[in-house]
Structure formats: C-alpha cells, structure tokens
C-alpha cells in the first residue's frame, strides 16, 4: 500500500477494520477516465473513498496521466 490519504486516515479512526477492507474494495473499483487520453485511475488511489454509493458522476479535475484538465466520468467497474 502506498499509504492513505489524509481524508482515508480520518475514516479509518471511526470504523472498523473489517469495514474499512469493504470501504477499500470498493472504491478500488470506482474508476474515473479521462475524456482526454481515456486513463482510469481508481477513486482509492486519488485518496478518495466511495462506498455504498450508486450512479456515474463526473469530476473536473487535471489527469494524472496527460496533464489536461476535463470531465471525467466515475463508474463502477463490474
């Protein structure tokens, strides 16, 4: 692991360990792409969690991978 965000360190002091291990699961398979370059990145290793969450949205954010700013969608990868 390559160590946990500031907002992960913070959910992690008020749940237990059994359910911060489902809360890693599943956001490592919320994925966000790029509308760019189409790089996906999980909203774990952005440092987010999603959780019990439903639906696609879309962030505006700089990718990782091409450096452009743009609309990326977040889904749930089967």
């Not at 160590?3 to 911060?20: D, H, N, P, R, W």
């Not at 790029?34 to 969450?53: F, L, Q, V």
């Amino acid at each position: 692991m390559n160590g946990l965000s500031s907002a992960q360190k913070f959910i992690k002091m008020f749940v237990s360990e059994k359910t911060f291990v489902a809360m890693e699961e599943e956001s490592r398979s919320w994925k966000a792409k790029c509308s760019d370059c189409n790089h996906e990145i999980s909203i774990w290793e952005m440092g987010g969690i999603r959780y019990k969450a439903a639906g696609n949205k879309k962030l505006f954010r700089a990718c990782p991978n091409c450096g452009k700013r743009s609309w990326q969608t977040v889904y749930k990868q089967a």
